[in-house]
């Protein structure tokens, strides 16, 4: 089945302690994502990926960092979690070939940082 | 930069009826307005799109429109059902660009 995987669903931390969450496609897209959903605020972009190596800021970048080191990958890691980094977060990719058209959401990640 | 307002940000309709959501965009080089679907618990769905070669497109009871002059699109979704109760969100983005900015959502209720 063609999807976008997200681990884990749910995670409680506390305020600087380094934390990593993966995300991973089984579809060979090149384009891939992070995005994170707060109240009000729709979907805001932290980072993207056009292909391997190659990642770039969104419009909210400050305090994350992400990798891809393999095509199906792009973890997002928060070095020190902080209180306003408490937010919901998708991770996307799409279809060979295109921008950011027609992506694939994947279920999310409900972050809590106390 | 881009921005995409949106409205309303909650719409309460009947079951069978009509119902409407609209955007507005800023940047007239934006070229592709896709609309997504989120359903409780789940990440969005992109349900339809239209690009900016286009005025209007139809998929069964849901149709987008979009007036490049009055930088806005609008969303349709006829013969409401209550499985379309959902959060959706219209987006514009443009050739070139990976960012896309998304509305802030409008959460869709239909009851029976």
């Known amino acids: 089945e063609a999807q976008v995987t997200q681990n884990p669903r749910y995670l409680i931390t506390v305020t600087g302690k380094k934390l990593t969450v993966t995300c991973s496609q089984n579809m060979n897209h090149e384009y891939m994502s992070w995005y994170r959903q707060d109240p009000g605020l729709g979907l805001r972009q932290i980072y993207y990926?056009?292909?391997?190596?190659?990642?770039d800021k969104g419009d909210v970048p400050e305090g994350y960092k992400v990798s891809r080191k393999e095509k199906r990958n792009f973890p997002l890691i928060l070095e020190s979690p902080s209180p306003n980094q408490t937010s919901l977060y998708f991770c996307?990719?799409?279809?060979?070939?295109?921008?950011?058209?027609?992506?694939?959401f994947g279920p999310g990640t409900r972050l809590t940082v106390t | 930069g881009e921005n995409v307002e949106q409205h309303p940000s909650t719409l309460s309709v009947q079951e069978g009826d009509s119902a409407v959501i609209k955007c507005t965009y800023s940047?007239?080089?934006?070229?592709?307005f896709p609309w997504y679907k989120q359903e409780l618990g789940k990440g969005p769905q992109l349900i339809i799109d239209i690009r900016s070669n286009v005025g209007e497109k139809k998929d069964q009871r849901i149709a987008v429109t979009l007036n490049k002059t009055a930088k806005h699109f609008s969303l349709h979704i006829t013969e409401t059902q209550p499985e379309d109760s959902a959060v959706y969100f219209c987006a514009a983005s443009k050739g070139g660009s990976y960012i896309p900015t998304f509305g802030r959502g409008t959460s869709l209720i239909v009851h029976p």
């Open positions: 990926s056009m292909n391997v190596e190659v990642t």
């Open positions: 940047d007239s080089a934006s070229n592709y």
């Open positions: 996307a990719s799409s279809t060979p070939g295109t921008l950011a058209y027609e992506q694939y």
